[in-house]
């Protein structure tokens, strides 16, 4: 029996759906920024920051890592306090996009794509 990758991928999405949410925040550069990569200090749309922020709540598995358990990672290792979180493929995330889960900050500091390209593990650090 062959099993379509298509199927794989949605049958992820399916379940990812059924667990949690998160909120993503993802910083993109605004239009003002000239040739030289400095934002214009009057933009209104970034009150001159040189990025905007788009926030868009997604559908996760997240692991929460208590105690002094650490979990070593092919990019790293995450400490107590961290989360582990596997989101469908489907999403667009970047490192240091910033994530907000039971109403707490993790900075992205890694990301990886499973073997079989159905979902992307993220590591987030807790920031203050």
Known sequence: MIIDK???KNSVAEVLSAINSISINAKTACTC?????IADPTCELCDGLGYTIRGTTIS??????RGDER?????GILNAGDILVRIPISNSVELNDIITY?????QIKYIK???LGTYYEVGGHKIA
């Open 6 to 8: 298509t199927y794989i």
């Open 33 to 37: 920024i000239d040739s030289y990569g």
């Open 60 to 65: 996760a598995d997240v692991q929460e890592l």
């Open 71 to 75: 979990i070593v990672v092919d990019s």
């Open 113 to 115: 794509i499973d073997q």
């Open 102 to 106: 039971n109403s707490q900050n993790y």
